[in-house]
């Protein structure tokens, strides 16, 4: 039977680059893609950029959305802060990190330093520093399916917060440290479907709290140290179906408090909470897993590591 005779190899021509039309077509798609997708506002101290006011920028954005690039420097802010209205959804404020700060002047009268009161309006790499003026919040949101990332927040521990989530639905709050204050982030007024996850919380008077009639929420990997004086994660005052998990929880006065018998349903897992005075307080009603279906001993759950 005679060998097969195999195909003799295909030459292939060198490698010269993309064909000039296609190159021509991909740029000048990325040239309308950078030029009609989005609007950019670029805020600067040094004159450098399109305004040096960030609320100016934000209102040059209010019919368009799109990006206000905030260059690094410290930003000052009148009495009245700075505000995303809920008619301008679709608004960014990116910083260029630790470097751009932002803080109140002194006499500054409203609660936070930043609003976010539309849908789908996004704060990330900024740092905001209220530490000076008391009883001040870094930023409250009132406006739905909000993201706020990558953030520091330094706040007076007389009454400052790094974030109020307030009647919103769909907000994340993700990957930011918050050191100093009284709270690092509340949830208040029927929040719902939010989400706060892999943040750091150092030196606090108290860490998280779900409040008033907020369902439905997840508080996970996050990692809270406090000064020993109240409650690492805080369930309150008509709050169900929560899912606290996967943080690790040290030196607090209670490390997880579920604060009365009107918060149902909520869920505790995974948890580590060590070296706080007082591990789990559970006053809630069907808490779960902790042992047995509406008890108060969560040390008989071995999901959560208790100390």
């Known amino acids: 039977m005679p060998p097969e ?24 798609a990325d040239s309308r893609a950078k030029t009609s997708s989005f609007a950019t506002a670029l805020v600067a101290l ?55 700060i932002i803080k109140p002047v002194t ?37 739905n399916k909000c993201l706020i990332t990558r953030c520091w927040f330094v706040t007076s521990n007389t009454g400052g917060s790094g974030v109020l989530l307030s009647g919103t639905e769909n907000t994340i709050v993700s990957n930011n440290i918050a050191t100093d204050g009284l709270y690092a982030y509340r949830l208040q007024n029927s929040c719902t479907f939010c989400v706060i996850s892999d943040n750091v919380c150092k030196d606090l008077k108290r860490g998280i709290l779900i409040h008033t009639t907020c369902n439905n ?63 789990v307080v559970d006053s809630g009603t069907n808490t779960h897993p902790n042992g047995a279906s509406g008890t108060t001993n969560l040390a008989l759950d071995d999901l959560n590591i208790i100390a």
């Open 5 to 28: 005779t195999l195909p003799k190899p295909i030459t292939l021509p060198p490698f010269t680059g993309l064909p000039k039309k296609f190159l021509v077509d991909y740029r000048q």
């Open 46 to 100: 040094d004159g450098t950029g399109d305004f040096d006011n960030i609320q100016s920028a934000i209102d040059s954005l209010l019919s368009s959305g799109g990006i206000v690039a905030i260059k690094d420097g410290t930003y000052e802010v009148g009495e009245n802060g700075i505000t995303i209205p809920s008619t301008a959804p679709n608004i960014s404020l990116v910083g260029a990190g630790a470097s751009t």
């Open 107 to 143: 006499g500054h009268v409203e609660e936070a330093i930043l609003f976010l009161k539309g849908e789908f309006q996004e704060v990330r790499n900024i740092k905001f520093d209220s530490s000076a003026v008391d009883d001040v919040i870094g930023i409250i949101v009132s406006g």
């Open 217 to 279: 929420n997840i508080v996970s990997g996050n990692a809270l140290d406090g000064e020993g004086t109240s409650d690492g994660i805080e369930i309150d005052a008509n709050s169900d179906n929560n899912v606290i998990s996967n943080n690790r929880i040290s030196g607090f006065a209670n490390g997880i408090h579920i604060n009365n018998a009107n918060c149902d349903k909520n869920i505790l897992i995974g948890n580590q909470i060590i070296g706080n005075s007082t591990a």
